[in-house]
């Protein structure tokens, strides 16, 4: 099994991961890219206007392989009366 990092980016902060996981396929790799990124989304956007977030994969020879990320914007479109 290969190892791979999963660093985390919102919006300028960057959080590396030193750790890594030893995963045994790429499927793999993508389902945990996915669930990184939702975990992250439901500790960040709750408050939020905007953000951008994202994901990022490295492999064991810092080659960057995958990236998963979000844009998240609320637009009001008509002013509430009151």
């Known amino acids: 099994m290969r190892r791979y990092f999963f660093d985390t980016y919102d919006n300028q902060s960057i959080l590396i991961d030193e750790e890594g996981l030893e995963l045994a396929s790429f499927d ?4 945990e890219a996915a669930a990184s990124l939702a975990e ?3 500790e960040v956007l709750p ?11 490295r492999d064991d020879k810092a ?9 998240f914007e609320v637009r009001a479109h008509l002013q509430p009366v009151g």
């Open 40 to 42: 992250l989304a439901r």
């Open 63 to 71: 080659r960057s392989i995958l990236v998963a990320e979000l844009t």
């Open 47 to 57: 408050g939020s206007m905007q953000r951008n977030i994202a994901v990022k994969v």
């Open 28 to 31: 793999k790799v993508k389902s």
